[in-house]
């Protein structure tokens, strides 16, 4: 009993022993052998499990560079602060502010209702509407955000097919249906911040009663497994889509600077990428549900006897969300048109041979982050009510003018602590390539080299996939980013070709609940198990590396050209290399 109280009580204090004993447990590292590599993996290795472990807040371990390199004479603080605000974070914290504007204004849920409608409710139709929508609203907006907002209508349709027999024309069933609907939504947006929110989503969630019914059951689980992954496969379309996707960005945007070459990561380059490649792994994973789970569970039973019925059950309480949502609102069309915007201006930047827009300025003035931060501004200054235009509006006095957002709300919906993870991750990846790190670790893995290029990419993704199970993405892709690097250069390979498939693999995490932000919340739920994930997603994550693999050696190819290695990349290299031989399998 003695024991068992004092391993409670050691499991309870857990994060200060970690916090105080494994810097003394890896201090043989850089007092032993003493070079500044050494001392660089030491940092390196202190933050990591401190990532790992969560000892400290993830945002609060991502400060520790600042306070690490510098105390063993590593990296300078100056030039270490310089990596928590750059031109990627900026392209962040633009794309985050116009994210905010949709979410608070609702304009996402209101597209995700009318996307609904169009796909129509029968079974597969309906499941596809629900990950489609999750995926493309995940391109733009938050992953937890995306899926906190998808459950409760997801739930609301379930209910409805459950209930098979109620009569629509009774207001008092349709007013509890509403009345449930308006719960979950009051815990939607604090859903993954702590444990009282995931413990009242759990209760509302298993509070009905989901056991009496298997073939329903099933239906529920497919249903919030298919809202997880979309949301982490729509992250990877985009270049804001997801935090891996920006740590590539700043990596590759430092290796070009240092080449003193123009980046070919930008918003349009990703897309040309990323979209195709998430929508076939959007496909796939449809598929897969419906062979995997719904192929067990009896539709009729599921939705009733009389499809017709139901289908006109549900589009009825899509119908009375959007009616509770009200006539589209003046500051939602501006929204809309500000998104749109935005995205055009980032498509047309840089359109490679074709030009763009940025011929108009100095050649590396301006960036993707100058359109972000120039429509995040304008949703200050756009006024949310029409009447501002209007006659009525001239005569009432300017005070009463409201901007579509307010600095309040803003600063209160940011993710800061997402901005102070990418900066502190892009000082590891800067340090750990100045100091040599990077380097020494990649001739360390150079057994690798014996195998095909293409088998390393494959192999390193599927790695990386499964790392991320029980790691923060952002924080892989951190570490991962420089080593890649470094990998390829040295093999005589294209840095993007190592470094494109291990940030991506960072986003196919399906398995655990802990692996990303979705996971958790519909885990959450009580509907799912731990191993109703990994059976489910296992296969996933395969699919998912393999179709990226094929995506790099293709149409990835046609936009980055992997095969043709900048003289400038290459060590002791002053021409330019052709490496098509490498990627077939000599170097």
């Not at 974070?89 to 905010?100: D, K, N, P, R, T």
Request: proline fraction near 4%; charge should be positive; glycine fraction near 6%.
């Amino acid at each position: 009993m003695g024991l068992r109280l004092a391993l409670k009580k050691l499991w309870l204090l857990r994060n200060i022993l970690i916090v105080v004993l494994v810097p003394l447990l890896l201090s043989p590292i850089p007092t032993l052998v003493g070079s500044k590599e050494a001392k660089c993996a030491y940092c390196i290795l202190l933050i990591a499990i401190f990532w790992i472990s969560e000892a400290l807040p993830i945002a609060v371990t991502a400060l520790l560079p600042l306070v690490l390199f510098p105390m063993l004479g590593v990296a300078e603080a100056k030039s270490i602060a310089g990596n928590y605000v750059n031109n990627t974070s900026m392209l962040f914290v633009g794309g985050l502010i116009v994210a905010i504007s949709i979410e608070t204004w609702n304009l996402h849920k209101r597209i995700a209702l009318h996307t609904l409608l169009i796909f129509g409710t029968e079974p597969k139709r309906l499941l596809f509407g629900l990950m489609f929508t999750t995926w493309f609203l995940s391109m733009w907006i938050s992953n937890t955000a995306t899926t906190s907002m998808m459950l409760p209508i997801a739930d609301a349709i379930l209910e409805q097919l459950k209930n098979a027999d109620v009569n629509l024309n009774d207001p008092d069933r349709e007013g509890e249906e509403l009345d449930k609907l308006t719960v979950l939504e009051k815990t939607e947006r604090s859903v993954g911040t702590d444990e009282k929110s995931s413990a009242l989503m759990k209760e509302s969630f298993s509070s009905r009663n989901f056991t009496k019914d298997k073939s329903y059951t099933r239906l529920c689980k497919t249903v919030s497994l298919a809202i997880a992954y979309a949301a982490n496969t729509g992250g990877t379309a985009s270049l804001t889509g997801t935090g891996p996707n920006l740590v590539l960005k700043g990596q590759s945007d430092m290796l070009y600077h240092a080449a003193g070459l123009p980046s070919v990561v930008t918003f349009a380059t990703w897309m040309m990428f990323g979209l195709p490649l998430a929508f076939v792994n959007l496909i796939i994973i449809w598929v897969w549900l419906i062979i995997f789970q719904l192929h067990r569970c009896r539709l009729k039973s599921c939705v009733g006897t009389k499809v017709s019925k139901n289908d006109t059950k549900v589009r009825n309480i899509i119908e009375q969300q959007l009616k509770a949502l009200g006539p589209i609102s003046f500051a939602q069309v501006l929204i809309g048109f500000c998104f749109v915007l935005l995205v055009l201006l980032w498509i047309t930047r840089d359109l490679q041979q074709a030009g763009g827009w940025r011929l108009l300025f100095k050649p590396k003035y301006v960036t993707d982050a100058t359109p972000a931060i120039f429509v995040a501004v304008l949703l200050f200054i756009l006024p949310s009510n029409i009447s501002f235009f209007t006659r009525k509006g001239y005569r009432q006095d300017f005070g009463d003018w409201t901007p579509i957002l307010n600095w309040r709300t803003a600063e209160k919906k940011l993710p800061w602590g997402i901005v102070l993870v990418l900066g502190g991750g892009f000082a590891i990846a800067d340090v750990s390539r100045v100091s040599g790190l990077s380097a020494e670790i990649s001739r360390q893995l150079s057994v690798l080299s014996t195998m095909k290029p293409w088998v390393m990419s494959l192999v390193l993704s599927f790695l990386v996939s499964l790392l991320t199970e029980i790691t923060s993405n952002v924080a892989t892709a951190s570490i991962l980013m420089p080593i890649m690097e470094q990998m390829a250069i040295s093999m005589g390979m294209h840095p993007l070709y190592l470094m494109f498939p291990a940030a991506l693999a960072c986003s196919f995490a399906f398995m655990l609940p802990v692996a990303t932000a979705p996971n958790t919340i519909i885990f959450s739920t009580g509907h799912l198990k731990v191993v109703d994930m990994v059976s489910a997603g296992f296969f996933i994550n395969l699919v998912c590396v393999f179709t990226l693999t094929l995506a790099v050696h293709t149409w990835g190819e046609l936009i980055f050209h992997f095969s043709e290695v900048p003289s400038a990349f290459l060590i002791n290299a002053n021409t330019t290399v052709n490496a098509t031989t490498a990627l077939n399998g000599g170097h």
